[in-house]
């Protein structure tokens, strides 16, 4: 049973913070109408560059509408040439660093937003991208230049508000940061990273409330797995609500069949609070099955499902198995001496 890790998510955000991929589950109909919309906007777009092969504008449009369909390499050629044909083209260099940034090429990343800030040194959009991008390289006092920069041209940039919450948890300032978070909601209630942020500096702090943030930013973002994970995670071990928490691993595995902790949590539900291991085994099972390296936790479970259910021959085989492997794994080797090492036993 593991927890998405309360840092790790954090960074996770921050990353989100840098693109502009949106998590969206489509059916596979939508998929095919949604590629169909992409290849006849780009028919439209090639048609107008035959006619204008100079118009630095239109390789930008096709350079964006190729990033957000996920065709990095060619995006990254339409948008070189937008802003060679145009090098006054903000738009075009703040694109080039969104694909920087996704290759980690982090120096041309850089250099393309001061390539932009140097053309128009009042873009909120680009200077919250420069806050961002020193943010991860934890270059402070860039980052709160910038920030104050967006402010001081716009006092209620939500998004900038937020990333001095962040900006004060890197500092080690929490109540500063939950302070800038909740201005941040208070501008705009559907900025789903200042929800999610507060609902892991609650979640440290065990405090219940951090189910609510949880649930306002699922409910703005309801495919963002970590995020719906984290919920399950805290109604099962927080809040003892285990049906609410096998609900959710339901949700995330109508979305994600192969989920491996939602798959080891729900077995371990079954096993630990619901005390059903003829159920609890078919989800460590499954679980075994998607995860590599093998992990001997959800093996050993399985062994136990088996030992608790009156298979002493399958659990010890199991153990075996797992002690070939892992001869170091201490709960195999209790679980042998439960069941005896050989079959006669």
């Known amino acids: 049973m593991k927890r998405v890790g309360i840092i790790s998510l954090l960074c996770v955000i921050m990353t989100f913070c840098l693109s502009a991929c949106k998590e969206k589950k489509e059916s596979k ?66 694109a080039l ?137 805290y109604y099962q071990e927080n809040l003892g609500r285990y049906d609410d928490a096998l609900a959710v691993y339901d949700e995330i595995l109508s979305k994600d069949p192969n989920y491996y902790n939602a798959l080891f949590n729900k077995g371990y539900i079954y096993l630990v609070y619901k005390e059903d291991p003829n159920m609890a085994v078919e989800y460590f099972r499954t679980a075994a099955e998607v995860v590599y390296p093998k992990n001997p936790d959800v093996i050993y479970n399985i062994g136990f499902c088996l030992e608790l259910m009156g298979n002493r021959r399958e659990a010890r085989s199991i153990y075996n198995n797992i002690m070939t492997e892992f001869p170091d794994y201490n709960l195999a080797i209790e679980g042998l001496k439960r069941v005896g090492r050989f079959d006669w036993q």
Do not use: C
């Open 29 to 94: 109909q939508e998929v095919q109408l949604s590629q169909l919309d992409m290849e006849t906007t780009l028919n439209d777009i090639n048609e107008k560059i035959k006619k204008d092969p100079e118009n630095g504008v239109l390789y930008q449009q096709k350079g964006e509408l190729l990033l957000k369909n996920g065709y990095i390499s060619e995006a990254l050629l339409s948008l070189i040439s937008a802003v060679d044909l145009d090098s006054t083209n903000v738009q075009g260099w703040s």
């Open 97 to 233: 660093y969104d694909i920087y940034a996704l290759l980690e090429n982090y120096i041309e990343a850089e250099n393309a937003l001061i390539q932009a800030i140097k053309l128009d040194k009042d873009n909120e959009d680009v200077l919250l991208k420069l806050s961002k991008h020193y943010l991860i390289f934890q270059n402070y006092e860039d980052v709160r230049f910038n920030l104050d920069h967006v402010l001081n041209i716009n006092p209620y940039n939500a998004q900038a508000i937020y990333l001095y919450g962040i900006y004060s948890i890197e500092l080690g300032d929490t109540a500063k940061a939950i302070d800038y978070y909740n201005r941040a909601l208070e501008i705009d209630h559907n900025l789903y990273d200042a929800h999610m942020s507060l609902a892991l500096i609650y979640d440290i702090r065990n405090n219940p409330v951090a189910a609510d943030y949880y649930e306002n930013a699922i409910a703005l973002r309801p495919n963002f797995l970590p995020g719906l994970y984290n919920l399950a995670y």
